[in-house]
């Protein structure tokens, strides 16, 4: 069975400084990572796909199979950052199921 | 346009009634899924549809049960609502695998009380 670790609830940075947010995942073949963020009282987004590669409002997230980890990271964090995080890996059935997020929040 | 747009944003009803939340998607996708958020902001899925094909959380009570008139919509009733059924429901959509993603709407707050 998969199974997604985000082990910090909460998390806080200064604006500017770096920001890395954890996932880690046990899955048996190969898993499809997705990161998904919800600002303050909006729907969930897709923020990025480790397929993909790309980098998302200065998001990266490398998918790291050694160490079973796709962790959420920006150099530059900014005040509009602030949201839940959710790594979600696509299980069975093709569901996503999702981490129990992580909450950003950007210092001033 | 709207993409995923549940309806009501908003519903407060006493236990044991019955309620239903509706949900539609313009995008053309052939998945739709529903999702509970609890008070702890935790996610789960619930229920996935997919060409008539179910696949239900064997956790959800039975007392949910999805209706998928067509592609377009997969809405979510609840029978004898219980005090604990209070959380935002989100649906969401994907095309095929879900490889390019869900698409979510924006939610259904419901409160029991």
């Known amino acids: 069975a998969q199974r997604v670790t985000q082990p910090e609830k909460l998390l806080s940075v200064f604006k500017g400084a770096p920001v890395e947010l954890k996932c880690n995942y046990s899955?048996?073949?190969?898993?499809?990572l997705f990161w998904y963020v919800q600002y303050s009282r909006q729907r969930l987004q897709l923020l990025l796909r480790?397929?993909s590669r790309e980098s998302i409002k200065g998001f990266t997230a490398d998918l790291n199979k050694g160490e079973t980890s796709f962790h959420l990271k920006k150099p530059f964090a900014q005040e509009e950052d602030s949201a839940m995080y959710y790594c979600?890996?696509?299980?069975?059935?093709?569901?996503?199921?999702f981490g129990t997020g992580t909450r950003l929040t950007v210092i001033p | 346009d709207t993409a995923v747009s549940q309806t009501p944003k908003y519903l407060v009803t006493q236990m044991g009634n019955d309620k239903s939340i509706k949900c539609e998607q313009n995008?053309?996708?052939?998945?739709m899924y529903w999702y509970k958020q609890d008070s702890k902001k935790f996610l789960k899925i619930m229920f996935s549809?997919?060409?008539?094909?179910?696949?239900i959380n064997e956790t959800v009570p039975n007392r949910f049960s999805p209706k998928s008139p067509d592609k377009a919509h997969l809405n979510l009733h609840i029978n004898s609502l219980e005090l604990g059924d209070s959380a935002v429901y989100f649906c969401?959509?994907?095309?095929?695998?879900?490889?390019?993603?869900?698409?979510f709407g924006s939610g259904t707050r419901l409160t029991v009380v």
């Open positions: 995008l053309g996708h052939d998945t």
């Open positions: 480790h397929i």
């Open positions: 549809y997919n060409n008539k094909e179910l696949i």
């Open positions: 899955y048996s073949g190969s898993p499809e």
């Open positions: 979600a890996p696509k299980g069975g059935a093709n569901n996503l199921f």
């Open positions: 969401a959509s994907s095309q095929d695998s879900g490889a390019g993603g869900y698409t």
